[in-house]
């Protein structure tokens, strides 16, 4: 039985989906702070526990069959982190620490773990390698950095064996249409643009037009949740298989520029989409690229939305059907 923290979320939902596919039977922990309860797969066991109260977690644990943890549950707004870093230090480092805690105490030695591309901060070269360096420029890729050290030294210390995805720009929605991202306050590229040919929003502002890039704007790597969701199944596989811990980036291995977004939207939305040059936002990089060599090699990881235009589709497909998100 597999134990989804934060199984109620963007990324978390579409775990518990693939999962439940693959016949694996899930346990969903989450606090609902920002995850849907609406978005929790039915056929999974649902507890609403947060991560940082022991005794409620070690009940789950107690009462269920856990094998394998895939934790998610954790707060991930770059600008919030900035002006209230203690609660990133709170709910995501303390949280994995009382996690790893009730993992070990109950001989539960298997975690894949929710890591970001923000653990590298200001890279120099692209694309990203895994060993490259890791300097976190805000709070947030801080603390993601800060869970996945906890659990090296949890791996030495106790053989705890984990794998630690970087995810890039994550982005799109579950070909069932019955989930997708829902975010508040909404900050992503992607979401936003579809404000505008969904009636939300007028326009949409572009962060920067003074980049080192061919037009400017920043450059992102997008992979579909989907296909990020199917990695984590990897590598639990992994897991069970090699009982040995290790750190991938997720990406496509493509940069499209913030322009180029707002154009492939136009194209899949039919819609004119306005947008307007403004300033740059803090602690945004000009360029995030992955390299996933590493997660193709040795998790057999291959992602299938590799064009831009149906990661956008399939978001579209999603926030058009839901435009109040889980909200109906
Ligand atoms: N961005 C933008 N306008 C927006 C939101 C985002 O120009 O309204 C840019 C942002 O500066 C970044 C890219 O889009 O270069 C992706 O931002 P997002 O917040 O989606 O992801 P991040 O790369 O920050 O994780």
């Not at 040919?197 to 997008?222: A, H, M, N, Q």
Request: charged share 25%; hydrophobic share 40%.
């Amino acid at each position: 039985m597999v134990l989804v923290c934060g199984g109620a979320g963007y990324i978390g939902s579409h775990a518990v989906y693939q999962l439940i596919n693959k016949g694996e039977d899930v346990v969903v922990v989450d606090n609902l702070e920002t995850g849907h309860i609406e978005a929790v797969h039915p056929k999974a066991k649902f507890y609403k526990v947060d991560i940082r109260n022991e005794e409620e977690l070690d009940k789950v644990f107690k009462e269920n069959n856990i094998t394998e943890v895939i934790h998610f549950a954790a707060n991930s707004l770059v600008g919030e982190s900035m002006t209230n870093p203690l609660k990133y230090y709170n709910n995501n480092v303390h949280g994995t620490e009382v996690l790893l805690k009730v993992m070990i105490d109950n001989d539960v030695k298997r975690i894949v773990f929710s890591s970001t591309a923000a653990t590298y901060g200001e890279a120099t070269k692209m694309p990203i390698v895994e060993t490259d360096k890791t300097e976190p420029t805000n709070a947030y890729g801080e603390t993601k950095l800060a869970m996945e050290k906890m659990m090296k030294w949890a791996d030495i210390a106790h053989n705890m064996k984990y794998v630690s995805l970087r995810y890039f720009n994550v982005a799109g929605a579950h070909v069932s249409g019955t989930i997708g991202e829902d975010h508040s306050p909404e900050t992503h590229l992607i979401p936003l643009i579809l404000q505008v040919p969904l009636g939300k929003r007028e326009f949409i502002s572009i962060f920067g037009e003074d980049y080192d890039t061919e037009d400017g704007t920043c450059i992102r790597d997008y992979i579909h949740v989907v296909d990020l969701a199917n990695a984590h199944i990897k590598a639990i596989e992994y897991l069970r298989k090699e009982d040995n811990s290790n750190i991938f980036n997720l990406g496509n291995g493509n940069g499209f520029s913030v322009k180029e977004m707002i154009v492939a939207a136009r194209k899949v939305t039919g819609h004119e989409i306005p947008a307007k040059i403004c300033e740059r936002r803090a602690g945004d990089p000009a360029r995030l690229i992955a390299s996933a060599e590493k997660a193709r090699e040795i998790l057999k990881w291959e992602p299938e939305f590799t064009n831009v235009e149906d990661i956008i589709a399939s978001a579209w497909n999603w926030h058009k059907n839901n435009p109040k998100g889980f909200n109906k």
